[in-house]
């Protein structure tokens, strides 16, 4: 019988099969053969399909009817599905050509061509579907291509798209932190506010700022708020910004958050738990004697004040509530139960934007303006209409353009002199929207993944930048550095704002909230993000690529759920379903960029491993009731991975497979233990970031182990950032040699297991490149190394049983690029008493921290020493009598604060016959705080009796 069958086989099915199966095999495999090719192709067509819809964007905000905006707004959404269909295609190819081929793979050989056929196919269907769209153009929509064709011949010509690339080609990598403009104009108003929250009535009374948009109330707003007599005049003082939408019960706990950090104290566990009732009880608490001032910045809601009213509690001790909006109704609202100070923001006059203007527009020329713009620059400032959010926009816009005539007056034609205000800055932001190079475009447009006013720390913000492919490698540079630059380029054209600065370098940033409206608009109309604000009920139309969630409502999960997203961003995953994190590594199968925020109870998914596409990870749980966490091993099949953000979060030990991830860039935890990755980290060649590793494992067997570790951290050649815990003694000689070979280091942390244990590392050259150095433990002397290193900028030392001597500071004089120095729980041995601080030394020094030290009870600064000295901190010196001989001399010194200290010392600095009083004429903002015995002093207090 098988006989026979196999006999069929023969002579029937196989001339079928050479007939009918074998072209179709050629075929598939002329098809996989062609992808390679057919792969490039597809990358210039996405970049033909961007740089179309770069164009049509233009179009819709320069369309003079709504039809027209509407249509193109329709071709661009069909673009960018194509161009999204593209990538994806292109991202399934390039993990597809990573997968194993040799004979040896088996089943992977299988799969890795069946992978290639489908990606063949797919290539196929979407130059058909493009060949379509296309066809339909030149048929419906001839008049549309028409005026695109136009603008390309014209309106963006090949100099201008040479001069885009010539700029992102020209950012520069000076220190990443850009100087607002000085405030201008600003004077009149703030000291108005200031005599309405300093006088007045002894009950509580709202003071409001009102203003259109762009006007400068926050602006202003903040320069009261952090004035030095604002300051010293109140016992509390605290800002919250409230926006658009908001939670009350959010408010309250921003409001207890910031009370506690004033008073140096970390919040109370069960502040998550408190509802609005306990909420509000906690803040009258503590408000109850103090006379205190809030600021409620950007106010909407006409119920605000009918929300927090209750909170804010009148003590009849002249507190005052600061207010600014937008909307007169607001202010009326407050009227009902309490006393209001209207002021209404007016703009600038034409003396003053000018002024404004051209220290954005000529900052190079310290605001001075070249005598061929003079009158050009006139009417385009005048068309501002002293808004100064437009001014300062239009002269960063302006600063990157040729200083000719000719480019100017185009500009200035632009701008439609008849346009009411809020339309004026619309207009301004989209031109300079669209003078950006179409990789900072994305980097802007990557602001509307978070919530109005929220503050992006830079770091993160550009970790993700790198993951999502915003950025165009440059010789010389790491990707990173490259996103440092367009994020300066972005400050500098003051379409991003600072809030903060660390080190010169920008620490976090902001957007305005008129820049994040029009950032919304254009976000929807690319399919660029869609954010779910709290409480928002919503759900996902068409094609989304970027997704973040604060909303967490039954209803809307599985609206949401879409394979297209590549980055997924929730920041309140403990309000979602717990099932919600198990889903995603099926429901969101590309994601390039993972980020769950207050992680609370959610689980890391088992089968994590399977976004294959996955750059970017970040879990953290800041839960008070936060436990240990285990990470899948899958974690080993992210081969893309190049960050693993585990920051606020403890893991149990991480699992050796972590070693496989030879993409990671950045690896960050809090107290790792990294014991199990001993024999495979040095094969990790691309880690940039290695922190917190926790070297203490215990027991002394496994010193060896531990040893083994530290000395395989060495072959990390690229490292900048290693942050060391419990270092014993036993280790410092392997972790100098490692470090010796660490030439890329920017910043150094080590902190030993006791703080009796001796950091006695010795480098055989110093780290050129190091610019943050922290040591916690006992010196018994200053290694040499230190003082060699010439770009370090912030150094930090808590030295507890150091018995240095006075050479100390001595040493570390000349450092050149020393900002920030901070010494605690220093010994000074007997004979050394002293602290002198001679003629020429630290003359870069901006920020200075003396605290803990237990013999030192003398301290002298001549003219000339300190001279950039901006904050001094003098705290816990138990044997100082008096303050620093001759600080009169720091000229620059705006800061002084003194906690903590002896008797003798808080009588010589009485308000009332004590001999150093004089010494806070020339100290712009003083905080005094502790003390000992009778003596004790807060700052308003100190201020009320000198008065």
């Known amino acids: 019988m098988c006989d026979t069958i196999l006999s069929c086989a023969r002579d029937h099915l196989l001339p079928l099969a050479r007939e009918h199966l074998l072209p179709i095999l050629r075929e598939a495999v002329d098809m ?463 379409l991003v704002q600072v809030v903060s600065v660390r080190n010169e370098r920008v620490k976090s940033c902001r957007v305005h909230d008129m820049v994040h409206a029009m950032i919304l608009e254009k976000c929807e109309d690319l399919c660029f993000c869609k954010y779910i604000g709290k409480n928002e009920q919503s759900s996902l139309i068409g094609m989304v690529r970027r997704l973040s969630i604060e909303s967490g409502a039954d209803n809307i999960m599985e609206s949401i759920e879409n394979s297209h997203v590549r980055s997924l961003l929730v920041f309140s995953p403990k309000t979602l379903p717990e099932s919600f994190a198990r889903r995603i590594p099926t429901k969101y199968k590309r994601l390039k960029v993972l980020a769950l925020e207050y992680a609370g109870l959610l689980e890391i998914p088992k089968d994590l491993g399977s976004l ?77 970031t290695l922190r917190e590793v926790y070297l203490n494992e215990g027991e002394n067997e496994n010193d060896s182990r531990v040893v083994e570790l530290i000395q395989e951290l060495g072959k990390l050649k690229q490292l900048r950032e290693l942050v060391l815990l419990g270092v014993r003694g036993k280790y410092m000689s392997a972790i100098s040699s490692s470090i010796n070979e660490m030439q890329q280091m920017e910043k150094l942390y080590i902190r030993t297991i006791r703080v009796d244990t001796v950091i006695n590392m010795n480098l055989n050259s110093p780290l050129l490149m190091l610019r943050n150095l922290r040591l916690e433990g006992k010196l018994e002397k200053l290694s040499e190394w230190i003082p060699k290193l010439q770009n370090l900028v912030k150094l930090t030392m808590v030295l507890k049983y150091s018995k240095l001597t006075g050479d100390v500071m001595k040493l570390l004089k000349s450092m050149p690029n020393l900002l920030y120095l901070y010494v605690s729980n220093c010994d000074y041995e007997d004979k050394f008493k002293s602290l002198h601080f001679q003629d020429g030394w630290f003359k870069n020094l901006k920020e200075l921290y003396l605290h803990n030290f237990d013999n030192l009870s003398y301290i002298h600064i001549d003219e000339g020493a300190l001279c950039s000295l901006q904050k001094f901190q003098l705290s816990s010196i138990p044997q100082l009598q008096t303050l620093p001989i001759g600080i009169q001399h720091l000229q620059k010194l705006d800061f002084l604060c003194i906690s903590s200290m002896c008797v003798e010392f808080m009588e010589s600095i009485s308000p009332d016959d004590g001999k150093e009083h004089w010494i806070f004429k020339q100290v712009p903002f003083v905080e005094i705080s502790g003390g000992s015995g009778a003596i004790k002093h807060t700052l308003s207090n100190f201020e009320r009796k000198k008065r």
């Open 32 to 494: 996989i053969r062609g992808v390679p090719k057919e792969i490039e192709e597809m990358k210039d067509e996405l970049e033909s399909i961007e740089e179309f819809i770069n164009k049509a964007d233009k179009m819709v905000d320069d369309a003079e009817d709504d039809k027209t905006s509407h249509q193109i707004k329709a071709r661009i959404k069909q673009l960018k599905e194509a161009s999204f269909h593209i990538e994806d295609i292109i991202d399934e190819y390039m993990i597809c050509e990573e997968q194993p081929t040799g004979c040896t793979a088996g089943a992977n050989l299988v799969k890795t061509i069946i992978l290639r056929l489908e990606i063949a196919y797919k290539i196929q269907n979407i130059k058909s579907q493009i060949s379509e769209m296309k066809d339909a153009s030149s048929e419906k929509d001839y008049g549309f291509q028409f005026h695109i064709q136009s603008f390309s011949e014209h309106g963006s010509s090949s100099s201008a798209a040479n001069s885009n690339a010539a700029l992102l080609q020209n950012l520069r990598r000076a220190p990443f932190y850009m100087d607002e403009a000085d405030v201008v104009g600003f004077e009149v108003p703030r000291d108005i506010l200031i005599d309405l929250l300093l006088e007045g009535r002894p009950e509580l009374t709202v003071v409001s700022v009102v203003g259109m948009g762009g006007q400068g109330k926050t602006t202003l707003a903040k320069k009261v708020f952090d004035n030095n007599k604002i300051v010293k005049h109140f016992h509390c003082h605290v800002w919250i910004t409230v926006s658009q939408s908001y939670d009350i019960e959010g408010l309250l706990r921003d409001l207890l958050r910031e009370i506690y950090k004033q008073q140096g104290i970390n919040p109370p566990q069960s502040i998550h738990q408190m509802n609005r009732e306990s909420l509000v009880d906690e803040v009258r608490n503590y408000l109850q004697k103090k006379r205190y001032v809030v600021v409620f910045d950007d106010v909407w809601n006409l119920n605000f004040w009918d929300d927090i009213e209750f909170a804010m509690i009148d003590n009849k001790n002249g507190s005052k509530i600061l207010i600014t909006t937008r909307k007169m109704n607001v202010v009326n609202a407050c009227k009902k139960s309490s006393f209001v100070e209207v002021h209404e923001l007016k703009g600038l006059t034409k003396e003053q934007s000018l002024e404004l203007f051209n220290k954005k527009a000529f900052r190079d020329l310290n605001g001075c303006c070249p005598e061929n713009l003079i009158e050009i620059s006139s009417k385009i400032v005048e068309k501002c209409n002293g808004l100064p959010l437009a001014i300062v926009v239009t002269g960063g816009l302006l600063s990157c353009k040729d200083r000719n005539t000719f480019t100017w007056y185009k500009f200035s034609e632009n701008l439609n002199s008849e346009l009411k205000e809020d339309s004026k800055i619309k207009r301004i932001l989209g031109l300079s929207y669209h003078d950006l190079p179409y990789n900072l475009k994305s980097c802007l447009l990557y602001f509307g993944l978070y919530p109005e006013d929220c503050v992006v720390p830079s770091k993160i913000l550009i970790w993700r930048w790198v993951a999502e492919g915003f950025l165009k490698k440059e010789r010389g540079k790491t990707l990173e550095e490259v996103a440092e630059g367009y994020l300066t380029e972005l400050i500098r054209r003051s």
């Open 612 to 688: 294959s596409h996955l750059k970017y990870f970040r879990f953290r749980d800041t839960h008070p009731e936060a436990r240990r966490y285990t990470l899948p091993k899958s974690i080993c099949m992210l081969e893309s991975l190049e960050t693993l953000d585990l920051t606020g979060t403890m893991f149990y030990a991480m699992p050796k497979e972590i070693c496989k991830l030879r993409k990671l860039r950045h690896f960050l935890g809090s107290s790792m233990s990294l014991i199990q990755l001993k024999d495979g980290i040095a094969g990790m060649t691309c880690l940039q």
